[in-house]
């Protein structure tokens, strides 16, 4: 009878081994898995950050490109009116040119490939050696002289 | 007695042991990441202008015999093709719009291609970021398990 006691003890016993041993390795790899997804979502966390990071610094890179282009209209509409004032200022082109005749047209003629010059080096002309030497930027081109770079000329 | 409480036991045991075989193992999450590289856009240049010589010639009341004969001379056909002081000076000031919104597409191009090239940068400087974030959850995850068991056994 003690005997039949003891074996079923131990039956039991080693059941409740068993099943002890199983849960422990069930929870240890479920506790595996849970840890690597709490660094996969670590990571798509960091990922995010970093996205939003970049957006703003996009977004600072995009206005800080539309004040630059806004400056330079603005800097090329006060250019473009400067032939206007000009102008203007002459109150009559076509009495001055009755009365100098010779030196009004030669202001046109040289004006007019001054001008022509100015599309010239917008297209990417590469300056002639007059250009790149001149000292100041009327010197360089009085149709356009804001597109003058400075002078290479030594002393 | 003891055979009811044999039969009690290992059927608890037999419905303790299929519960738990119910529990399953929590799915895990992949995550990836896998940027894609664009092909670079090359465009040739504009073609460099050269203007043509263009010579403007005032006749004056004065001086219409004198060009009339400077013409004459040249060898070209006697037709002048005139515009008054006003349309001269708009044709003047239309050449300098022109000017002026040529350099405003450049200044637009100029803001474009900074823009792009500089997104290009932070494009690649966020992917490695991506690459080494991934790398270190790589190595975390790839870390040998080491049990309970494991870490009381003195001769491990």
Partial sequence: ?155 | MLKRSIKNVLGCGLVVLLLSSCSSTPRLIEVSATPIDKPELTLPKVDRLEMRKVEWVIVTEENWEEVKQQIKKSGRPLALFSITDKGYANLGLNFSDIRALVQQQQTIIAAYESYYKNAEEALDTANKQVDSVNEEVKKTNNKPETSVLDKINPFK
Avoid: H
């Fill in chain 1, 1 to 155: 009878m003690g005997l039949k006691i003891a074996a079923v003890m131990f039956i039991l016993m080693a059941g409740m081994a068993g099943i002890g041993y199983w849960y422990y390795n069930d929870s240890q790899a479920k506790m595996a898995v849970l840890v690597k997804n709490a660094a996969n979502a670590e990571t798509a966390s960091k990922i995010s950050e970093q996205a939003l990071v970049s957006m703003k610094k996009d977004y600072a890179r995009v206005t800080e490109e539309l004040n630059s282009v806004n400056s330079k209209f603005s800097q090329i509409r006060t250019q473009n009116s400067v032939l206007a004032k000009k102008l203007q200022k002459l109150d009559d082109l076509g009495e001055a040119a009755i009365a100098k005749t010779e030196s009004i047209q030669r202001a046109i003629n040289g004006g007019t490939k001054n001008a022509g010059r100015c599309f010239e080096i917008l297209s990417g002309d590469p300056l002639t050696t007059k250009e790149k030497e001149a000292l100041n930027a009327k010197a360089f081109n009085k149709e356009c002289p804001w597109l003058w770079t400075g002078s290479t000329a030594t002393k």
